[in-house]
């Protein structure tokens, strides 16, 4: 009689929270970038001149895209490519705003006031429309992990990377920008950048996990048959 083997990688705690750790980190730093500006607000309206309204506009203008229907069509991608298609646009995506934001505060686009905040906004824009799809990605993740295992307690504390982002945005980028806005969106923009090179680590996981599925089922076929 042949015993099989129908584990798979997810069934190692270590690796299922190494997972957790580095989609959560881009969590952390999305829901950073979402929120840091709320402590900038005084140092923008110095330096740019930007009333209350115009940084109004920057946050509330962030996520519009999404209003017409742009996290739904990320709903479709993660559905019809996957976790890798998704997670790469939209995480790219989340990316590029950030740059744009960046080049924007840094005077890159001009100095004229109107010039900055249109770029701004644009920027968050970009970074908005991957941010919200970038949340359901992590999600997805979470459950094909997690799912038998520890599930809801991976999702409380994915959720809670999310909040520590926002709460350490907002108490720390006055201090990171030390006067100038962009120091404190350049350092938000890296540290993006550099979460999202932790999910193409996740990535060897995944195709790893892949492998190991597609294994256990052809060997779980070919015993059925015998």
């Known amino acids: 009689m042949t015993k099989t083997n129908n584990k798979t990688i997810k069934d190692s705690a270590a690796i299922r929270w190494m997972v957790l750790i580095l989609i959560g980190g881009l969590v952390f730093s999305t829901y950073w970038f979402e929120d840091f500006y709320g402590s900038l607000k005084g140092l923008m309206e110095i330096e740019y001149g930007f009333t209350s309204e115009e940084f ?43 740059v744009i934001s960046t080049l924007a505060s840094a005077d890159s686009f001009g100095t004229d006031r109107s010039t900055i905040l249109n770029w701004m906004i644009m920027g968050r824009v970009f970074f908005g429309t991957g941010f919200e799809v970038i949340c359901v990605v992590g999600t997805r993740i979470i459950v094909k992990w997690f799912k038998g295992y520890e599930l809801a307690l991976a999702m409380t504390i994915n959720m809670g990377f999310g909040r520590l982002g926002s709460a350490m945005g907002i108490a720390l980028s006055v201090d990171i920008a030390g006067g100038r806005v962009s120091t404190a969106v350049t350092f938000a923009t890296i540290l993006i950048a550099i979460t999202l090179l932790l999910f193409v680590i996740y990535l060897v996981f995944d195709i790893k996990l892949g492998s190991s599925g597609y294994r256990v089922l052809r060997i779980n076929s070919k015993y059925r048959c015998l």
Request: proline share 0%; glycine share 26%.
């Open 56 to 98: 109004g506009r920057i946050i509330g203008l962030t996520t519009i895209a999404n209003m017409f229907g742009m996290i739904i069509f990320g709903g479709i991608i993660l559905d019809k490519w996957g976790i890798t298609v998704a997670g790469l646009i939209f995480g790219g995506m989340a990316v590029f705003g950030g």
